[in-house]
């Protein structure tokens, strides 16, 4: 996926650095520092993409811009400038309509949309090279630039939605920069503008109005994308059953400890958390990460309960913890892993409000 093009549109306001007595002070100086703001209207492009599956893409709306810059003047008259700036822009876009051509299956399932949204927030470090027309005591002054572009992603976030015909919508939401999103960004950029300086004090600053074109040069999405390799985040998969499916949710935490605890009586070599962590993830069973997953919590095999009322028996006891979750029948079938236990009570006989998950 590209960022072909971006429309931009700024006002800056500059002032001047340099010393009273200083030949170039009075003619508005060799050196600027300023501000810039104004609206960026940008656009996607989605490469290698299906259009029978993903119809619609859909630009951002206009957003804010924000720049800091130093401008360096040079020339007889003055007619060249250097300006490096540091911009905050967003970019992204929105794929929506996916699958809607597949006759039936929005209806079946009561959805009116399926959409994927991109919005990521850079930090970008342009440096035009302008020339400018008229000579270095004119107040209005016309130039046109042009240089390149590198964003640097910071935040932002991917959602995968589901919107019903209700006006309701479910679906995940993930960190842009925990995603396949390319960490740089190159591109270049175009323009024109006018400036109209003014006396402050006994130097010249001067006020800009102007607007660029930029154009992508680089994929949005890193090279496993690209490569066509599945890439997976912190997140569940998208996965799709006829019918129920059994999932275990693994509580890392316990597991780990225990791993360490066998490793250290069979006298094995003890694998580091991350490197174990990174092998299941990319099992063929491995489907995910939840953030907030709640036990039962277990003691040799029943469940903990809160004291009990007049003879009634309390509520189970509960943790939170984070969970990697895997295909549980995909265990069972390949590998014959079975973790039905049987217990001194059922962990439904109270309110259903924790996952009824294998606790190891």
């Known amino acids: 996926m590209k960022n072909i093009f971006a429309l931009l549109a700024m006002l800056t306001l500059a002032l001047p650095y340099a010393s009273a007595q200083d030949d170039d002070a009075l003619l508005g100086g060799k050196w600027y520092f300023g501000l810039g703001e104004g609206l960026r209207w940008g656009g996607m492009h989605f490469t290698d993409i299906d259009g029978t599956v993903f119809p619609n893409e859909d630009n951002l709306p206009a957003q804010p811009v924000f720049s800091f810059f130093v401008e360096r003047n040079f020339g007889a008259k003055g007619q060249f400038g250097l300006r490096p700036e540091i911009t905050y822009a967003k970019r992204g876009g929105t794929?929506?309509?996916i699958y809607s051509r597949e006759e039936g299956l929005y209806e079946a399932f009561g959805v009116s949309d399926v959409r994927y949204r991109l919005r990521a927030n850079y930090l970008d470090l342009r440096v035009p090279l302008f020339f400018r027309f008229g000579n270095r005591a004119s107040k209005f002054r016309p130039y046109v630039f042009a240089?390149?572009?590198?964003?640097?992603a910071k935040n932002?976030?991917?959602?995968?939605?589901w919107v019903y015909d209700g006006g309701f919508y479910e679906g995940v939401r993930i960190d842009a920069t925990k995603a396949n999103l390319a960490s740089i960004y190159f591109g270049g950029l175009a323009g024109l503008g006018v400036k109209w300086f003014f006396n402050a004090g006994r130097h010249r600053a001067y006020l800009g109005a102007d607007v660029a074109y930029e154009f992508g040069l680089s994929d949005t999405y890193g090279s496993d994308e690209k490569d066509g390799k599945e890439v997976r985040t912190d997140m569940i998969r998208l996965k799709q059953y006829p019918e129920p499916h059994k999932v275990l949710f693994l509580n890392t935490t316990r597991a780990f400890v225990l791993f360490k605890e066998a490793a250290r009586r069979s006298g094995d070599k003890i694998i580091p958390e991350n490197t174990l962590r990174e092998y299941m993830k990319n099992a063929d069973y491995y489907l995910g990460y939840?953030?907030?997953?709640r036990f039962?919590?277990?003691?040799n095999g029943y469940v903990e309960r809160e004291p009990g009322v007049a003879g009634e028996q309390g509520k189970p006891k509960t943790s939170t913890y984070g969970t990697l979750v895997f295909d549980y029948e995909f265990l069972a079938e390949r590998y014959g892993v079975s973790l039905t236990t049987s217990s001194g009570g059922s962990l439904y006989e109270a309110e259903e409000t924790a996952v009824p998950a294998v606790f190891l």
């Open 95 to 97: 794929v929506s309509g």
């Open 147 to 152: 240089g390149p572009v590198i964003g640097l």
């Open 156 to 161: 932002g976030s991917i959602r995968a939605e």
């Open 290 to 293: 939840k953030r907030s997953c």
């Open 296 to 299: 039962y919590r277990m003691t």
